[in-house]
């Protein structure tokens, strides 16, 4: 069957219509204070307000509202989960496990050898000196 030239481009006109997807703006409600209830929200509502904005920033940010830009840029960005700020007196708690645990270290190492038996008597010098000449002598 053959088409016009116009009834293609109708044709062609309404598919691009269909194929092209907008998403909604999200709404005020659900960005306000993000920054306070993020770390409050269960993971999945996380997801799906991120996957909302991702699926938000693919049109011309122009016409993305300011609160979606914000939300966007806290989300990317902000300090939560691994850039979120240490706790304080962290690092004083890191340094004394670390020394208590070379301590329990040093405290086995010394303990084992304080245990284990003397060297043994081949181990002197003379009897290193007696065994290299008897190799000698031999020609071994």
């Known amino acids: 069957l053959r088409t016009t030239g116009t009834a293609a ?8 219509a269909t194929q092209t ?18 770390e409050a929200m269960p993971p999945q509502e996380q ?23 914000k939300a ?5 960005f902000g300090p939560h989960g691994p850039r979120a700020q240490t706790p304080p007196g962290e690092g004083k708690q890191v340094f004394w496990y670390t020394m ?4 329990v270290t040093a405290v086995l190492f010394f303990g084992i050898r304080a245990g284990a038996r003397g060297t043994p008597h081949t181990m002197n010098k003379e009897y290193q000196e007696a065994s290299d000449a008897y190799l ?5």
């Open 21 to 38: 997807r907008r998403a909604h703006a999200i709404s005020n409600p659900t960005l306000a204070n993000i920054e306070k209830r993020w």
């Open 9 to 16: 481009a109708a044709l062609r006109s309404s598919v691009r």
């Open 72 to 76: 966007a840029y806290w989300i990317a």
């Open 100 to 103: 208590g645990g070379l301590a």
């Open 136 to 140: 000698k002598e031999n020609n071994v």
């Open 47 to 69: 997801a799906d307000l991120w996957m909302a904005l991702r699926d938000r920033m693919k049109v011309d940010w122009t016409e993305m509202t300011l609160q979606e830009k």
